[in-house]
């Protein structure tokens, strides 16, 4: 034990460590992401057409896809920009979903859940509008 600490503390190494994953109720969460959803303004969320919005606890990587991707959010669909006139002939609603575990990963805070819960909706549903991953980037949507 070094000598500037008393006896029966805890060692605690030294050098940079990862912070811990931010701990947030399943319904605390999925408040979060109500009232992300409840900052899009009210004429976007209007032509929002057929999407759900889904909270699910972690993405599980489907076969062939690498083991280790991680994802916030998945926009699933076929984008306003891309729908014809035979779109709404019985198409089931487009699906977001917010993935709870990894966006609590890399959070430290409540406020911070909070903002990338907030970063993770609009990046979603500007998929839904047909607005692609390069364009959030021009746009500082990161």
Not at 46 to 57: P, T
Not at 106 to 126: K, L, W
């Amino acid at each position: 034990m070094p000598a500037h600490l008393p006896p029966g503390l805890p060692i605690i190494p030294e050098g940079p460590h990862e912070p811990l994953p931010f701990e947030m109720s399943a319904d605390d969460f999925e408040a979060a992401v109500t009232d992300a959803l409840g900052l899009i303004p009210p004429k976007l969320a209007a032509a929002m057409d057929n999407v759900a919005v889904f909270v699910e606890d972690d993405y599980v990587p489907g076969p062939g896809e690498d083991p280790d991707t991680v994802l916030l959010g998945l926009y699933e669909g076929v984008p306003l920009t891309e729908r014809d006139s035979w779109w709404d002939a019985g198409s089931l609603p487009d699906r977001i979903t917010i993935f709870r575990q990894p966006i609590l990963d890399i959070c430290v805070s409540r406020e911070e859940v909070i903002r990338e819960v907030a970063v993770t909706v609009v990046h979603e549903i500007a998929h839904h509008f047909g607005i692609d991953d390069h364009r959030l980037h021009e746009l500082g949507w990161d």
